[in-house]
């Protein structure tokens, strides 16, 4: 009797090395120019995300930079913890530059359902950082406005929580792709679980137009000027948002629903 040929197949799958490498290598949705990777985020990204906020995302990012949150360290560092959990619990992407293999750009986003939402904006969580607790104020009050979850008459959706592309490479669509590629490809193989909604806040012009290009519309629309505090001294309410950059006046709740085939709503 011939002894028949190994399982080549079975014998790469059984090696516990190659099994470790196939769930750590990200699926990579879309190549730009020949140069740009759109990938899924893998957890040894996470520390190239945390860094490309705190130098230069806290400083460049219109909502956070106007609230000078790099002043206050608490706030910073209760930040950086925040992302890091989502990420842990997440669909996000990032944009990877080929030749290098430097992160160049990311989209944080996490699913959250109605009943059990995520208390980043709940109103009663105390954060660390007195910046940071006004900067989720803030967000709180707008997404309560916006409400996407009425709106679209849904109790579970995938919101955007950041979302950035370093300034060198801007202008080259890697914004635009990355979140493309949430709506287009990613998000629509959630039909399965009934999730067919992307929401969130965006906070300059450029997000903003993105968004709305890619069908998104606009549920509540609030300028950074209207938002203001007391000052601790004169008790006099000054505006909170200052040194707004590139001409950005507001921020807005956007959503849409994501079409979906058939086939990811059923086993049929």
């Not at 989502?86 to 959250?112: H, P």
């Not at 679980?193 to 903003?208: N, P, R, Y």
Request: charged share 25%.
């Amino acid at each position: 009797m011939v002894e028949s040929e190994p399982n080549i197949l079975m014998q790469n799958w059984e090696d516990d090395y190659l099994i470790e490498m196939a769930i750590d290598s990200p699926r990579v949705w879309n190549t730009l120019y020949d140069e740009i990777e759109i990938q899924e985020l893998k957890s040894n990204r996470y520390d190239k995300v945390l860094k490309i906020i705190e130098e230069h995302y806290i400083y460049d990012e219109p909502l956070i930079q106007s609230s000078k949150m790099y002043t206050d360290n608490g706030s910073v560092e209760e930040y950086l913890n925040l992302v890091r959990t989502w990420m842990k619990d997440t669909l996000s992407t990032v944009a990877v530059e080929q030749k290098t293999g430097n992160l160049i750009g990311f989209l944080i986003c996490r699913f959250n359902e109605l009943n059990n939402r995520d208390p980043e904006f709940s109103k009663d969580r105390i954060y660390e950082g007195t910046i940071l607790r006004e900067v989720q104020k803030f967000k709180h009050y707008l997404t309560k406005r916006g409400n996407a979850y009425k709106h679209n008459n849904v109790e579970k959706m995938l919101e955007v929580y950041s979302w950035f592309v370093l300034p060198e490479y801007r202008n080259k669509g890697i914004g635009t792709e990355l979140l493309r590629n949430v709506v287009v490809r990613q998000l629509p193989e959630y039909g399965w679980f009934d999730i067919d909604v992307i929401a969130g806040v965006f906070t300059d012009k450029v997000s903003q137009s993105i968004a709305a290009s890619l069908g998104m519309e606009t549920l509540y629309d609030f300028v950074y000027s209207a938002w203001t505090v007391a000052n601790k001294i004169t008790g006099e309410q000054e505006e909170f948002f200052k040194e707004i950059v590139r001409d950005n006046h507001s921020a807005k709740v956007m959503s849409m629903k994501v079409k979906t085939s058939p086939s990811n709503h059923s086993y049929a």
